[in-house]
């Protein structure tokens, strides 16, 4: 199994970052616009792309307020299913550090490696979002 890590500082409190990764605004406001989520555990969150052509699956597994959020990816696609996706978030020296783990992989292929760019990019917009700079959907369709 493979994993993906990344690790950023953001100028915002943990509960903007929270609210980032856990509200259809925050994850449209960085991520895609095509997003839907329950806001328990236990529920789901689902992502599309490219017009719905591609559509990501996920089952809320954790939600601690303010310092965790964590999915299990149940989609159709073979490399994320089985997948797990993890931020931890906490304040850390006057800001908000996130840790974000999307692990289970089951080998190292192109797309693992894509994924990995494309998840640091994210992250960025992310913390763009969460300290008010406002990027908005990196996709719109």
């Not at 199994?1 to 943990?14: C, F, R, V």
């Not at 591609?54 to 990816?73: G, H, Q, Y």
């Not at 908000?96 to 490696?113: E, I, P, S």
Request: proline letters at 4%.
């Amino acid at each position: 199994m493979a994993d993906l890590h990344h690790q950023i500082p953001i100028n915002a409190s943990p509960q903007k970052v929270y609210a980032a990764l856990t509200t259809v605004k925050g994850l449209s406001g960085w991520w895609t616009a095509d997003s839907k989520t329950d806001d328990k555990a236990g529920g789901t969150a689902e992502f599309g792309f490219d017009n719905g052509d591609m559509v990501f699956r996920m089952t809320i597994e954790d939600l601690k307020p303010n310092e965790a959020v964590v999915w299990s990816c149940h989609g159709k696609h073979p490399e994320w299913r089985g997948t797990k996706l993890t931020w931890n978030i906490s304040a850390q020296d006057g800001v908000t550090m996130l840790r974000f783990t999307h692990g289970n992989w089951k080998a190292v292929t192109d797309f693992f490696a894509i994924c990995n760019s494309s998840w640091g990019e994210l992250m960025y917009r992310l913390k763009d979002y969460a300290e008010g700079k406002n990027p908005g959907s990196h996709w719109r369709e």
